[in-house]
């Protein structure tokens, strides 16, 4: 650990994957609140050590949400960061318990189960009352309609392929916001596999 003090002058970009990995390896070793807190305080460290020492500019600092454990608890995480970053692939496969690449079980796994928009309405929502922007990277946001959910949602940032642009933004200039929000609303409390059917009416 002491060795990594010593890794200075760095870009912007070293500094946050540093301070990164010196918070996992807390993260990942503590054993109580109080572990946890001095891997906090280490971190925090390392990157005042390093902007001290580079004149850099402080970076943005974030989270990805790949878990249901972090996305449950990310009132927990807001205080301490500027954005997030919600990787849909690794968490949607947790929150179904399922392999999204089996053929056996891939029939019964599609992304706008009432479960996985529940899911981001609260991470959007929570976020929002710490004004910490959401962003969103994973395979369904390339779909203009799974886009469409995740807006419904509370999300703003998509990351999406070069292809998928133009699709979008298509649909986006045509809607709604405020209404798609209160129709997210009233389908998940209905016992759907899937509300694709019930956006599409909504396109």
């Not at 992304?111 to 962003?135: C, F, S």
């Not at 203009?144 to 703003?156: E, K, Q, S, Y």
């Not at 298509?170 to 129709?183: A, I, P």
Request: net charge neutral; aromatic share 6%.
């Amino acid at each position: 650990m002491k060795d990594a003090m010593n890794l200075w002058p760095i870009g912007n970009c070293e500094i946050a994957a540093l301070v990164a990995a010196q918070y996992a390896y807390f993260a990942r070793t503590a054993h109580g609140a109080a572990s946890a807190e001095r891997g906090k305080d280490y971190s925090r460290a390392l990157l005042d050590r390093a902007l001290k020492e580079t004149g850099a500019h402080r970076p943005l600092l974030g989270v990805m949400i790949e878990t249901p454990a972090a996305a449950i608890t990310v009132d927990l995480l807001l205080p301490e960061i500027d954005f997030i970053s919600i990787g849909s692939n690794d968490l949607l496969q947790f929150l179904f318990a399922s392999d999204r690449g089996s053929a056996k079980v891939g029939g019964r796994y599609d992304p706008l189960n009432p479960a996985v928009m529940r899911v981001m309405q609260q991470i959007a929502r929570t976020a929002a009352d710490y004004k910490v922007e959401v962003g969103f990277c994973g395979d369904m946001v390339s779909r203009p309609i799974d886009a469409m959910a995740l807006i419904a949602c509370g999300v703003r940032a998509l990351s999406m392929p070069p292809a998928a642009i133009g699709p979008v933004k298509t649909m986006l200039r045509s809607l709604n916001v405020q209404d798609l929000r209160y129709f997210l609303d009233y389908v998940c409390t209905e016992p759907h596999h899937s509300i694709r059917q019930q956006l599409r009416s909504e396109e």
